[in-house]
């Protein structure tokens, strides 16, 4: 059936299923324990962070609005059995204070950098979903010696990656979209105050809404093994991202020439946010290329 996406109708269907999607991971099982957590003082905020596991280390970074739990909640007891994994929750998110720092990528890379100084990391894996995602590029982009492999889920390193539609609904967003919705109650759960819950949106809003390209030269100068992963529909436009492959040396023909050391993995039938429900396709390609 066809469906006019404009404005906030393009909205609607993405936070039912973003709901959906809440529902369903807070009913799966009880919650891993962190065998660490706590808050990390960096660039003039305090940033909220939890430790699973031993080995390598993982930094996992949320998309925007989520927490630790609603995003990477079904992955962390799995990725942990092998890995020291970092999950963090960004400025405003989750646990992390509000703050009326002027929300930046440049501000948030910089602080997961913070992060892995305060807890002793000169260098990790990096992974990142969405809003993640595009933070896991500027940290590559930023701090290029402190991330071993990085990989992409559903996101991109600048806003015309995304479709049309896409960038056009960011701008529509209202604070009022997410009024008592599970976002709000995943809100009170956790954040230090609850009161904050307005300006965070706006704040919120105000970013998404800000056009950001990181630069087609300082993908090119990854070195770095680079894995994305993206649904086939989650929105993202596929001749950009086919770009993007290829500024990381991948889209080439692998019978005449060496296979790229980064990879490119579309899921079918997916859209952003069910891309995530995905648990053991998201966790097979992970523990492939994280090996």
């Given at each position: 059936?066809k ?20 529902t ?41 609005f989520y ?98 539609e ?19 109650t ?36 990854m070195?770095?093994p680079?894995?994305?992963i ?39 039938s997916?859209?952003h ?14 523990d492939?290329?994280?090996?």
């Open positions: 059936m469906r006019v996406f404009n404005g906030s109708n393009v909205l609607k269907p993405v936070l039912i299923i973003a709901m959906l999607f809440f369903v991971f807070q009913s799966k099982g009880q919650r891993l324990k962190p065998a660490e957590s706590g808050y990390a003082p960096v660039n003039g905020i305090k940033v909220y962070y939890e430790v699973y596991g031993e080995g390598r280390p993982l930094v996992l970074l949320h998309g925007a927490t630790i739990e609603m995003n990477w909640g079904q992955l962390i007891p799995e990725l942990s059995k092998t890995r020291k994994v970092i999950a963090i929750e960004m400025q405003g998110h989750g646990h992390t204070p509000f703050s009326g720092r002027k929300l930046d990528l440049a501000s948030l890379a910089s602080d997961v950098a913070g992060v892995m100084d305060y807890l002793k990391v000169d260098s990790a894996d990096v992974a990142g979903y969405s809003m993640g995602g595009s933070v896991a590029y500027q940290v590559a982009v930023q701090s290029p010696k402190r991330v071993r492999k990085l990989v992409i889920i559903s996101s991109t390193y600048k806003s015309t990656g995304w479709r049309p896409v960038t056009n609904a960011f701008k529509s967003f209202k604070p009022e979209f997410f009024m008592n919705t599970p976002f709000e995943a809100y009170d759960a956790v954040a230090p105050d609850k009161t904050k819950w307005t300006k965070f949106l706006e704040q919120m809003l105000a970013f998404v809404g800000t056009p950001f390209d990181m630069g087609d030269s300082n993908i090119a100068k070195t770095m680079v894995l994305i993206s649904g086939d529909n989650d929105g993202l436009d596929k001749v950009e991202l086919m770009k993007t492959y290829q500024l990381l040396g991948g889209g080439v023909a692998a019978d005449l020439q060496p296979m790229p050391k980064s990879h490119l993995a579309i899921v079918p997916q859209g946010v069910s891309l995530m429900m995905q648990t053991n396709i998201i966790l097979g390609y992970l492939d290329f994280l090996k």
